[in-house]
């Protein structure tokens, strides 16, 4: 049975919440799990679909896998299949994320090409490259990745791009390698971090400098209790709905200083934000002003914010420019939202002209992704009348609680079983 999303927009946000773990931190996490056998206890895990694939992915080859509470999870025990189940693949990009932890723990893996969200090219061959590099043997047959490697093999591995995937995937190879490794223009962002600090727990020796991850390998981890970073894409994306709707919104456990960002831009727009050690407070009092945004990787404006702010541009007074170079083909949003009256052109594939409005107005419109989906809901909680999103089961897979948290926060929109 399909569901929709009801809306029925025009009421300021208020009151607060709290932001979940990371999704883009717990599926590394998970997937890192792989690379010990001792008893690994995950807290503040996200409850999400993606998150649902990637403990049943783990448990396939062989993990048990006990639900301690609703956020928080223990894995334990060793790798008994080193194949990944196809159709968890792919349902998830980052599941092909086990493709490293299994060939450096086992010796072999064989995974699936990967799926997940259609927002473009996302070539696994930085991926392969870099193991390749640890001393990897790869073939790639009927659409599988099949790798083999006696024994990984410390490298300095250069990344023509600082692909967030790649560095994890590179990371937990070189954690299992003999010898030292580094990666060069790795990822900076939060998550990656996270999954730094997360194998460093579990005896990893691993430094950090800028772009620069040098990683002396080893030959077994440890176990321990680890807490998942706090979701900065969410927070965002609420933030972004009170810039867009009005109002005053305290959001609780959250990290500021992986907001920087977009706080930053908000703030050009004429939004107050108040940041505390683990609390954001927006409030919004008047129209947002227009303003430039360019998407890089960290600590560049966040990708995976550009549809969300696309739909607060569109509500601004003036005409804004938004720039998308991290992923082409991300602006499935953007048909969706001029349906509601979104003045938005696409004189190319990577930039958007917009035209502010004062008012959206809701009507029919249908998620193509994640964010995408995270951006007519914020459309249709600023917009008059209502709005009917279709497509809910890609917003389920990347916000945890977002119809509780909405409505918490005087939201009027529900869940309808179409």
Not at 196 to 223: C, D, M, P, R, Y
Not at 224 to 231: F, Q, R, S
Not at 268 to 286: C, F, L, M, R, Y
Request: aromatic content about 4%; overall charge neutral.
């Amino acid at each position: 049975m399909s569901e929709q999303l009801v809306i029925n927009g025009g009421n300021p946000l208020k009151g607060h919440i709290n932001i979940a773990g990371a999704k883009n931190s717990a599926l590394p996490l998970l997937a890192a799990t792989l690379m010990t056998e001792e008893p690994v206890v995950l807290e503040n895990i996200p409850l999400l679909d993606d998150v649902s694939t990637m403990l049943s992915m783990i448990k396939g080859l062989g993990k048990q896998i006990t639900q301690l509470e609703p956020s928080k999870v223990r894995i334990t025990g060793p790798i008994k299949i080193n194949r990944a189940p196809e159709e968890l693949v792919r349902k998830m990009r980052a599941s092909f994320l086990v493709l490293a932890p299994l060939l450096g723990t086992v010796g072999e893996a064989e995974v699936p090409l990967p799926g997940g969200c259609n927002i473009g090219t996302r070539p696994v061959d930085l991926h392969l490259n870099g193991l390749s590099e640890l001393g990897t043997e790869i073939t790639q047959t009927d659409g599988k990745i099949i790798a083999h490697a006696n024994e990984l093999l410390g490298a300095d591995i250069f990344l023509d791009y600082p692909s967030v995937g790649t560095t994890e995937q590179l990371l937990m190879g070189a954690v299992k390698a003999s010898g030292k490794t580094t990666i060069y223009n790795g990822a900076q962002e939060p998550e990656v971090r996270d999954l730094v600090h997360f194998l460093q727990q579990l005896g990893a020796n691993i430094e950090v400098n800028g772009s620069v991850l040098t990683v002396e390998g080893t030959t077994k981890l440890t176990g321990g209790t680890y807490k998942v970073l706090p979701d900065r894409i969410a927070a965002g994306t609420y933030m972004v709905a009170v810039g867009s709707t009005g109002g005053n919104v305290v959001l609780n456990d959250v990290r500021p200083s992986t907001l920087k960002q977009l706080t930053s831009k908000l703030r050009n727009a004429g939004i107050e934000v108040n940041e505390q050690k683990d609390t954001i407070e927006v409030i919004s009092e008047s129209r947002p002003r227009s303003l430039e945004v360019i998407t890089l990787p960290y600590p560049g404006f966040p990708t995976d914010l550009q549809a969300p702010i696309t739909t607060f541009l569109a509500l601004a007074n003036g005409k804004s420019v938004v720039k998308e170079t991290v992923f082409d083909s991300r602006f499935g949003h953007v048909a969706e939202l001029r349906k509601m009256g979104a003045d938005i052109s696409v004189p190319n594939s990577s930039t958007l002209f917009i035209n502010g409005k004062k008012n959206l107005r809701g009507t029919k419109v249908s998620a193509t992704d994640i964010r995408a989906g995270a951006s007519l809901v914020v459309a249709g909680l600023a917009a008059t009348g209502q709005t009917v999103i279709s497509g809910t089961e890609h917003i389920d897979r990347g916000y945890s609680n977002l119809v509780d948290n909405f409505q918490r926060l005087n939201a009027d929109l529900d869940r309808l079983h179409a």
